[in-house]
C-alpha cells in the first residue's frame, strides 16, 4: 500500500492528488492514507498535505526504501520487483540478517538493507564501521547451481558490479579493485565486499554479497585507525553529497547483469572485468594469509580468481584467500 501511494505521488508530481481519490483508489478509508503520510513523513519524505486540494510529494529521502531502489531497477534475478528488497533503519549486520533469511529459505535475488549496522562485519574477523545515513551497507543472496571449490569468481564478480555502478553513477571517479575486491580511490579504501557462504562439498546452498561503501561518510565518523588509508564517495567528489539511493541501485542493477552473464558464459567474462578495472596485477605485493606472508608481483588471476604471484627466483604461486600488502605501503 506504502509503495503504491508513493508511487501515486510520484506519478502526479506538483499536481496535488485528493485523498479521497488515493483511498477510492486503493480501497481503503482515508484514514488509512492519512496514517500512511504520517509514517511517510516519520521517514523523512516531505508531504504537503491540505484538506482542500489534497497532497503533494514535495521532497524524497536519500533512504534505502525498496520503492526507491526499485524504481531505478530493472533486474531480472536481484531484487527482480520491490518484495524482494527489506530495509531496515538499523541491524546489527545485513549479512546476519540475511543469512537467517537465507536459512528460512528465502529466494535468490534477495536483497537486505540498511541505514545503519551496529556491528558491521569486515573480512579476516574486522569491523565495517557503518555509521547511519552515510554509507550503503546492503547485502544480497545467490543461489548458484556450483559446488563451493568454483565460488571465487563470485566474490570477484561483487567488485566489478561496485566498480562499475560507482563509475555509472560518479563517471569523474575512477575506483580500481585491489585484490581480490576491495574498491579502491587514489588509493584509499571506499568501499569492501565480504562474501559469505554455506555449502555441502558438491554444492553451493547459499552465498552472501555483502557490500559496504563509504558514500557520504565524512573522514570524522571513522575510526581514527582508518583516517588515513579509507575515503568515501563524497570526499572525492569535490565533498559533493551523493545520492546513496543512485549508488546502492546502479550496483544492484550492475551485480544483476554480471550475475546474469556468468550463469550463461561462466567466469571467464567476469574475470576479464575484474582485470580491466583492477590496480594489483603488475605491482609489487606482499600476500599476508594464514600461512605467513609472501612477496612478490602480482602477475594474473588464474580461472579461478586465484591471484597469481611471482616470487623471487619466478616461481608463480596461486593465492586463493589472504590480504593484498602494496609494495610501497
Ligand atoms: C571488508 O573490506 O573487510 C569487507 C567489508 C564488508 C562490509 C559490508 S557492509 C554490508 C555487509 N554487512 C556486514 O556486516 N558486512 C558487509
New binding site residues.
Given amino acids: 500500500m506504502r509503495e503504491e501511494i508513493i508511487k501515486m505521488l510520484k506519478k502526479e508530481g506538483t499536481v496535488p492528488l485528493s485523498g479521497e481519490a488515493i483511498a477510492r483508489k486503493l480501497g481503503v478509508s482515508r484514514t488509512t492514507v492519512w496514517k500512511i503520510m504520517r509514517a511517510l513523513e516519520a521517514d523523512g519524505y516531505t508531504i504537503e498535505g491540505s484538506p482542500r486540494r489534497g497532497y503533494r510529494m514535495l521532497q524524497i529521502p536519500d533512504r534505502l526504501f525498496p520503492s526507491e531502489l526499485d524504481a531505478k531497477l530493472s533486474s531480472r534475478i536481484i531484487a527482480p520487483d520491490p518484495t524482494y528488497i527489506h530495509h531496515h533503519h538499523c541491524v546489527d ?3 546476519n540478517v540475511l543469512k537467517s533469511m537465507a536459512d528460512q529459505g528465502a529466494p535468490e535475488g534477495t536483497v537486505v538493507v540498511a541505514e545503519k ?1 551496529e556491528k ?4 579476516l574477523g ?1 569491523n ?1 564501521s ?1 555509521p547511519a545515513g552515510g554509507g550503503v ?3 544480497l543472496l545467490l543461489r548458484p547451481p556450483i559446488p563451493p571449490q568454483h565460488a571465487s569468481p563470485l566474490t570477484l564478480l561483487a567488485a566489478v558490479a561496485a566498480c562499475i555502478g560507482i563509475r555509472a553513477v560518479l563517471p569523474q571517479l575512477s575506483p580500481g579493485i585491489k585484490w581480490p575486491n ?1 574498491l579502491l580511490l587514489g588509493g584509499r579504501k571506499v568501499c ?3 562474501c559469505e557462504i554455506k555449502a555441502e562439498m558438491d554444492l553451493v546452498h547459499y552465498l552472501i554479497a ?3 561503501i563509504n558514500v557520504n561518510t565524512g573522514l570524522e565518523d571513522l575510526p581514527h585507525t582508518l583516517q588515513s588509508s579509507a575515503t568515501s564517495l563524497k570526499l572525492e567528489n569535490g565533498d559533493r553529497a551523493v545520492s546513496r539511493v543512485a549508488v546502492a541501485a546502479a550496483i544492484l542493477q550492475h551485480y544483476d547483469e554480471l550475475y546474469c552473464e556468468y550463469l550463461e558464459a561462466g567466469a571467464a567474462p567476469v574475470l576479464a572485468r575484474w582485470r580491466e578495472y583492477n590496480v594489483t596485477l603488475g605491482r609489487s605485493v606482499k600476500i599476508q594469509n594464514q600461512s605467513g606472508l609472501y612477496a612478490g608481483i602480482a602477475r594474473d588471476l588464474d580461472s579461478n580468481g586465484a591471484l597469481v604471484v611471482e616470487g623471487d627466483s619466478g616461481e608463480l604461486r596461486p593465492f586463493s584467500a589472504g590480504e593484498v600488502v602494496f609494495g610501497t605501503q
Fill in positions: 549486520s545485513t549479512n549496522q558491521g562485519r569486515g573480512r574486522r565495517w557503518s551497507y546492503l547485502s576491495d569492501g565486499i565480504l555483502g557490500i559496504g
